[in-house]
């Protein structure tokens, strides 16, 4: 049985831990300055990149990142549209390995999407 979008992103959290005390500098330069600094407003809107991280995750069958991302997409104010967008063009960019990965991903946007 596949995981949920959920139980992937408990297991990243979960995993992540471990990693943090394997290799600690690792771990923190990359949640607590490249990711956020990667991700902050700039030229390009924290939405935007997050919608183009969430291609790349998908163009490189991650369930961790699609989980994250979708996450972080919605947290970041993203639509439920633009985040098919992003699919879609993951798919064109990515091909086959995208559209089985984009599965998981449309998944995921629905278990994240903010309720109504």
Do not use: W
């Not at 924290?46 to 291609?55: I, P």
């Not at 997409?73 to 549209?81: H, L, P, V, Y």
């Amino acid at each position: 049985m596949a995981k949920s979008p959920h139980d992937v992103l408990a297991e990243f959290q979960t995993n992540m831990s471990k990693l943090q005390k394997a290799v600690p500098e690792v771990a923190s330069d990359f949640g607590k300055r490249l990711m956020p600094d990667a991700l902050k407003d700039g030229v390009l809107t924290t939405k935007v990149k997050e919608l183009v991280a969430l291609g790349i995750a998908v163009c490189a069958t991650c369930d961790y990142c699609i989980a994250i991302h979708v996450k972080k997409c919605f947290d970041a104010g993203a639509t439920k549209e633009e985040l098919a967008e992003v699919l879609g063009v993951a798919i064109l960019m990515g091909g086959g390995p995208a559209l089985t990965y984009s599965t998981f991903a449309a998944q995921a946007i629905e278990d994240f999407a903010p309720k109504a």
